[in-house]
Nanobody, 124 residues
Framework: VQLVESGGGLAQAGHSLRLSCAASGLTFTNYAMGWFRQAPGKEREFVAGINWRGSSTEYAGAVKGRFTISRDNANNSVYLQMDRLKPEDTAVYYC??????????????????WGQGTQATVSS
C-alpha cells in the first residue's frame, strides 16, 4: 500500500492550497480517507475525513468552513482544498486510510495506512 501526498508549499494568509493524495495497492473503496496534520512541537491531529463513497465528511472545528475534503474513487485519489488559510494551519499534512464500512474515524490509531506527509506553510 502506498499513499503519496502532493500540493503542499508556501501560501500567504487568506490564500489557498490544494493537497492531493494518490493511493495504490489497496481497494480504495474499502477505505475511509482522512487528512491529519502535525505542527512542530504538537501532536498529530485530525483535520478532515470522508467515507468510502464520498457521501459523508467530518471536519475538525478549527478548519470547518475553510477546508473541503473530496475523493475520486475512479482515480484512487483524495483531496484537501484549504481556503482562507491562517498561519496556524502551518504543519505537515498526512493522508491516511482506514478500512471501514460507513464510519469516518477521527483517531489516528484507527487508520492503517499513512503517507509520508507534505509541508504546508502559511505566512502572515
Amino acid at each position: 500500500v502506498q499513499l503519496v501526498e502532493s500540493g503542499g508549499g508556501l501560501a500567504q494568509a487568506g490564500h489557498s492550497l490544494r493537497l492531493s493524495c494518490a493511493a495504490s495497492g489497496l481497494t480504495f473503496t474499502n477505505y475511509a480517507m482522512g487528512w491529519f496534520r502535525q505542527a512542530p512541537g504538537k501532536e498529530r491531529e485530525f483535520v478532515a475525513g470522508i467515507n468510502w463513497r464520498g457521501s459523508s465528511t467530518e471536519y475538525a472545528g478549527a478548519v470547518k468552513g475553510r477546508f473541503t475534503i473530496s475523493r475520486d474513487n475512479a482515480n484512487n485519489s483524495v483531496y484537501l482544498q484549504m481556503d482562507r488559510l491562517k498561519p496556524e494551519d502551518t504543519a505537515v499534512y498526512y493522508c491516511a486510510g482506514a478500512i471501514t464500512t460507513w464510519e469516518i474515524p477521527t483517531r489516528a490509531d484507527d487508520y492503517q495506512h499513512w503517507g509520508q506527509g507534505t509541508q504546508a506553510t502559511v505566512s502572515s
